[in-house]
């Protein structure tokens, strides 16, 4: 278990720039989610697949950002035309599935991917 | 919608007994989860409760009432290594997670 991998670490761009973050899950885990942490506040879910399949997508996500898990392993997290409130730390976490409406697969975070705009 | 909240800020000292409290309002319920994040670190998992009681999991506990909306983290003989700050998230339906505002917890010596 290597645990959950997200690269960048760091990213600073300009305005209006497209960037892309990545993120690798840990190995057998089928759930993958990204959210995005401010300063002071907890982290707020963007979206989530279940393998390859993207289930979910908050509606705060405008259409700059897209997500994609084609193989259903690896992720990648893409914001086109960068804005200064896009600037925040943007965390990947992966689970099991299963568990039911009872049970629970812990989500396992990575270190997260710190964007700053400039 | 949904909202969450806690606590901004707990202080305590080491080796005494601190609550964390969790109110919610959301539809699709299924669950209230535990997190716990120090400073630049990743959050990491504490505990999961479902059905309405006390969960525990070594010195750390967490408490679920359905009916009030209600959720608590009780953390006991608490170290210095315990400060960091603790998150409810409410599991809906569909798997999707929401995060309360989060507690900072300062344990003093």
């Known amino acids: 278990d290597t645990g959950v991998s997200q690269n960048p670490r760091h990213k600073i761009t300009k305005r209006g720039q497209n960037v892309t973050f990545r993120c690798d899950p840990i190995s057998e885990h089928n759930r993958l989610y990204w959210y995005r942490q401010t300063l002071g506040q907890g982290p707020e879910f963007l979206t989530y697949f279940q393998n390859e399949a993207q289930l979910e997508k908050s509606r705060l996500l405008s259409d700059r950002f897209s997500a994609e898990r084609p193989k259903g392993s690896f992720s990648t997290l893409e914001i086109q035309r960068t804005e200064q409130g896009d600037s925040a730390m943007y965390l990947c976490?992966?689970?099991?599935?299963?568990?039911?409406?009872?049970?629970?697969?812990?989500?396992?975070f990575g270190d997260g991917t710190r964007l700053s705009i400039l | 919608g949904q909202s969450l909240e806690q606590p901004s800020e707990v202080t305590a000292v080491e080796g005494a007994i601190v609550q964390i409290n969790c109110t919610y309002q959301?539809?699709?319920?299924?669950?209230l989860s535990w997190y716990q994040q120090h400073d630049g670190g990743a959050p990491t998992f504490l505990s999961y409760n479902a059905l309405d009681g006390l969960e525990e999991t070594g010195r750390f506990s967490s408490f679920l009432s359905r009916s009030d909306s209600y959720g608590y983290l009780l953390l006991q003989e608490l170290q210095m290594k315990d400060s960091a700050s603790y998150f409810c998230a409410v599991m809906r339906g569909g798997q999707n997670f929401v995060f309360g505002p989060g507690t900072r917890l300062s344990v003093l010596p």
């Open positions: 959301t539809s699709g319920f299924y669950g």
């Open positions: 976490a992966s689970s099991l599935s299963g568990g039911g409406l009872l049970g629970n697969q812990p989500q396992h």
